[in-house]
């Protein structure tokens, strides 16, 4: 260990405001409920165990990360409770009645871009509304109001062509939330977007998660993301998908970028790194095989390191 | 070296002018060398085109002979001591000049035909545009809706598509006999042939098109709350609206390549029914007018469909690279 850093606390270490925090949390309702969920498939490979006996649970206006190695089985969790994959075993309750399908009731945010092309980005947030039957007005002033809390107001009739990544993944944002979920499903939402635009989107959703009765559920691979915004971090291992631990990031609330370097934040980073990148295994065979072989293409004499 | 890969690199940022211009050209670089087989006399010309007989007994003005024959005759008359025969070059009559096509064209829309019992070309162009309506019309109404249905709904699909992709190797025109059978001689038989060209590649085309579509956007629209008959109305169809467009456009030059097979199936009509009537009395200026014309028609329709598309789809990216 380097002498020359301070020790870190524990990650479990919680001061007391944090605690505090966190007792209030436990008081609140329950949203969503997991318990012993599986999924089971069958593939080429014969049958693939993709996540076995999830235990969690999220209560109102918590906002929680899961995160995992790949294979972790995390977008097959949440495509669990968006509704669009079915489960094998277990169950998961939402606000304690068992999903069984896609419903408004959760709003889900996708990695990719999934905003209708052919509709202006006014329509595309229009588009909750007019299947839940509302009128063209209603629809309109709730797409309005929604707009503008991302502040996309002023393109409302543009395409989605004509947005950048990020503004895009705030009109999905906008979508999703105007149904006004119970809980808002982000699978790495912000995962294609450059270091720079996923910094703003980060504060824009605690910003907007600060002032609306909004629970999250939010996946990513980013460490740094997970420990930034969530309350709890579900931590994943792979084959089977497992619940190894869940995190209560000690990290004080209000969340600046500053708290990047502040010993809570390093502590449960380098938990979190423990967990998803433990010791290096020797490599499998085959992994060995492809090991390159480098020739020399160059001038001996210029070296450039 | 430079030059080759200013014109021929990139062809992403070959501006429109220069597209303009290449358009234009592939257009005239055939127009050049059917001039130039034409109008020069020393390039082919197998054949000499008599002005005067002379004294060759079975020649007669305007008759058009191998050059071999004109030649022995020639040495046969001067042999002879007899006249020989005058005669310019000329090519064979299955290949007249531009500008005899030409005066064909104008001819045909502008006067009408000096003989009664041969159609005009305006009227018999109408009928086979007709017979393209309705067979793709036909077509379309059945093979859009069960290829969308059919790329929606995995079962449906596996249901009809490997009969349809059996059926679509059969070739149309082999129904020909058995159309007429059914439908009589008249136009029936020649729109069932458009339709059995076209259809079956239609649903297998627009099935394909309709899974192509980002199963992202279904999703997302199922946590949206959509479902069923919605899903299919408000993101299936929207959602490959421009790429059905394109397909359309496909197929409806498909159906005119049917369309030459149709009109010969019970009694010959339109634009067919004229070129092979032209052919027989050997008015090949005709012919090539007519057989432009079709190609004038399809290729301006697809040209006014692919500028509308532009119009009716504002937000679809492929067509910035067309």
Same mark, same amino acid.
């Given at each position: 260990?380097?002498?020359?850093?301070?020790?870190?606390?524990?990650?479990?270490?919680?001061?007391?405001?944090?605690?505090?925090?966190?007792?209030?949390?436990?008081?609140?309702?329950?949203?969503?409920?997991?318990?012993?969920?599986?999924?089971?498939?069958?593939?080429?490979?014969?049958?693939?165990?993709?996540?076995?006996?999830?235990?969690?649970?999220?209560?109102?206006?918590?906002?929680?990360?899961?995160?995992?190695?790949?294979?972790?089985?995390?977008?097959?969790?949440?495509?669990?409770?968006?509704?669009?994959?079915?489960?094998?075993?277990?169950?998961?309750?939402?606000?304690?009645?068992?999903?069984?399908?896609?419903?408004?009731?959760?709003?889900?945010?996708?990695?990719?871009?999934?905003?209708?092309?052919?509709?202006?980005?006014?329509?595309?947030?229009?588009?909750?509304?007019?299947?839940?039957?509302?009128?063209?007005?209603?629809?309109?002033?709730?797409?309005?109001?929604?707009?503008?809390?991302?502040?996309?107001?002023?393109?409302?009739?543009?395409?989605?062509?004509?947005?950048?990544?990020?503004?895009?993944?705030?009109?999905?944002?906008?979508?999703?939330?105007?149904?006004?979920?119970?809980?808002?499903?982000?699978?790495?939402?912000?995962?294609?977007?450059?270091?720079?635009?996923?910094?703003?989107?980060?504060?824009?959703?605690?910003?907007?998660?600060?002032?609306?009765?909004?629970?999250?559920?939010?996946?990513?691979?980013?460490?740094?993301?997970?420990?930034?915004?969530?309350?709890?971090?579900?931590?994943?291992?792979?084959?089977?998908?497992?619940?190894?631990?869940?995190?209560?990031?000690?990290?004080?609330?209000?969340?600046?970028?500053?708290?990047?370097?502040?010993?809570?934040?390093?502590?449960?980073?380098?938990?979190?790194?423990?967990?998803?990148?433990?010791?290096?295994?020797?490599?499998?065979?085959?992994?060995?095989?492809?090991?390159?072989?480098?020739?020399?293409?160059?001038?001996?004499?210029?070296?450039?390191? | 070296?430079?030059?080759?890969?200013?014109?021929?690199?990139?062809?992403?940022?070959?501006?429109?002018?220069?597209?303009?211009?290449?358009?234009?050209?592939?257009?005239?670089?055939?127009?050049?060398?059917?001039?130039?087989?034409?109008?020069?006399?020393?390039?082919?010309?197998?054949?000499?085109?008599?002005?005067?007989?002379?004294?060759?007994?079975?020649?007669?003005?305007?008759?058009?002979?191998?050059?071999?024959?004109?030649?022995?005759?020639?040495?046969?008359?001067?042999?002879?001591?007899?006249?020989?025969?005058?005669?310019?070059?000329?090519?064979?009559?299955?290949?007249?000049?531009?500008?005899?096509?030409?005066?064909?064209?104008?001819?045909?829309?502008?006067?009408?035909?000096?003989?009664?019992?041969?159609?005009?070309?305006?009227?018999?162009?109408?009928?086979?545009?007709?017979?393209?309506?309705?067979?793709?019309?036909?077509?379309?109404?059945?093979?859009?809706?069960?290829?969308?249905?059919?790329?929606?709904?995995?079962?449906?699909?596996?249901?009809?598509?490997?009969?349809?992709?059996?059926?679509?190797?059969?070739?149309?025109?082999?129904?020909?006999?058995?159309?007429?059978?059914?439908?009589?001689?008249?136009?029936?038989?020649?729109?069932?042939?458009?339709?059995?060209?076209?259809? #079956?590649?239609?649903? &297998? $085309?627009? !099935?394909?098109?309709? %899974?192509? =579509?980002?199963?992202?956007?279904?999703?997302?629209? +199922?946590?949206?709350?959509?479902?069923?008959?919605?899903?299919?109305?408000?993101?299936?169809?929207?959602?490959?609206?421009?790429?059905?467009?394109?397909?359309?456009?496909?197929?409806?030059?498909?159906?005119?390549?049917?369309?030459?097979?149709?009109?010969?199936?019970?009694?010959?009509?339109?634009?067919?029914?004229?070129?092979?009537?032209?052919?027989?009395?050997?008015?090949?200026?005709?012919?090539?007018?007519?057989?432009?014309?079709?190609?004038?028609?399809? #290729?301006?329709?697809? &040209? $006014?469909? !692919?500028?509308?598309? %532009?119009? =009716?789809?504002?937000?679809?990216?492929?067509?910035? +690279?067309?």
């Amino acid at each position: 260990m380097n002498l020359m850093e301070p020790i870190l606390p524990s990650y479990l270490d919680q001061s007391d405001a944090v605690r505090a925090r966190f007792e209030r949390i436990r008081q609140r309702d329950t949203i969503l409920e997991v318990r012993k969920l599986g999924k089971r498939f069958r593939s080429q490979q014969g049958e693939v165990e993709a996540l076995r006996g999830i235990d969690f649970s999220v209560r109102q206006r918590e906002f929680v990360c899961v995160i995992g190695p790949s294979g972790c089985g995390k977008s097959t969790l949440i495509r669990i409770l968006a509704g669009l994959d079915k489960h094998t075993s277990g169950e998961a309750l939402l606000d304690g009645k068992p999903i069984t399908g896609p419903g408004q009731d959760r709003g889900m945010v996708f990695q990719g871009y999934s905003l209708f092309p052919w509709l202006t980005v006014k329509k595309n947030v229009m588009f909750g509304p007019h299947m839940k039957g509302h009128g063209r007005d209603q629809a309109e002033r709730d797409a309005q109001l929604w707009l503008e809390l991302v502040g996309l107001e002023k393109f409302a009739d543009a395409y989605p062509h004509q947005l950048s990544g990020g503004m895009r993944q705030r009109v999905a944002i906008a979508r999703a939330l105007v149904n006004q979920p119970r809980i808002l499903l982000m699978d790495e939402p912000f995962g294609a977007l450059d270091a720079q635009t996923r910094a703003k989107m980060q504060s824009h959703l605690i910003d907007i998660w600060r002032n609306i009765d909004i629970t999250v559920l939010f996946i990513t691979h980013d460490l740094d993301e997970a420990i930034y915004l969530a309350d709890s971090i579900l931590v994943l291992k792979a084959h089977p998908g497992e619940v190894q631990e869940v995190i209560e990031v000690p990290v004080p609330r209000p969340r600046t970028p500053g708290q990047f370097n502040s010993p809570e934040f390093r502590a449960t980073k380098a938990r979190l790194e423990e967990l998803i990148h433990p010791a290096p295994e020797p490599l499998p065979e085959d992994e060995q095989a492809v090991k390159p072989h480098m020739i020399r293409f160059t001038d001996v004499h210029d070296n450039v390191e | 070296m430079n030059m080759i890969a200013k014109w021929f690199g990139g062809s992403a940022d070959v501006d429109a002018r220069r597209r303009a211009l290449l358009g234009t050209g592939s257009f005239l670089l055939p127009l050049l060398a059917w001039c130039l087989i034409s109008y020069t006399p020393f390039i082919w010309h197998p054949k000499v085109l008599v002005t005067d007989p002379g004294g060759v007994d079975y020649f007669q003005v305007d008759m058009l002979v191998d050059k071999a024959m004109f030649q022995e005759e020639v040495a046969n008359m001067q042999q002879a001591h007899l006249a020989p025969p005058q005669g310019r070059p000329s090519n064979p009559i299955y290949l007249p000049a531009p500008d005899d096509v030409a005066k064909a064209f104008y001819n045909g829309f502008v006067n009408p035909p000096s003989n009664t019992d041969v159609p005009s070309m305006p009227a018999s162009l109408w009928h086979s545009i007709q017979i393209i309506f309705w067979g793709f019309l036909l077509s379309s109404l059945i093979g859009v809706p069960l290829g969308i249905l059919s790329g929606t709904y995995a079962t449906l699909g596996r249901l009809n598509e490997p009969f349809i992709e059996f059926f679509r190797y059969l070739p149309a025109p082999a129904f020909g006999a058995l159309a007429v059978a059914i439908l009589g001689i008249y136009n029936g038989p020649k729109i069932a042939i458009i339709v059995i060209g076209t259809l #079956f590649q239609q649903v &297998l $085309i627009i !099935a394909n098109t309709t %899974r192509k =579509l980002e199963t992202t956007l279904i999703e997302a629209a +199922r946590t949206l709350g959509s479902k069923n008959l919605k899903l299919l109305s408000k993101v299936v169809v929207p959602g490959i609206l421009p790429d059905l467009y394109r397909d359309q456009r496909i197929l409806l030059g498909w159906a005119w390549t049917y369309l030459i097979v149709a009109e010969l199936i019970g009694t010959s009509s339109g634009i067919t029914w004229f070129i092979t009537q032209q052919a027989r009395y050997q008015h090949f200026d005709n012919v090539y007018a007519a057989i432009m014309t079709i190609g004038i028609i399809g #290729f301006g329709s697809d &040209l $006014i469909l !692919a500028r509308l598309g %532009r119009r =009716l789809f504002p937000w679809d990216r492929t067509q910035d +690279r067309q």
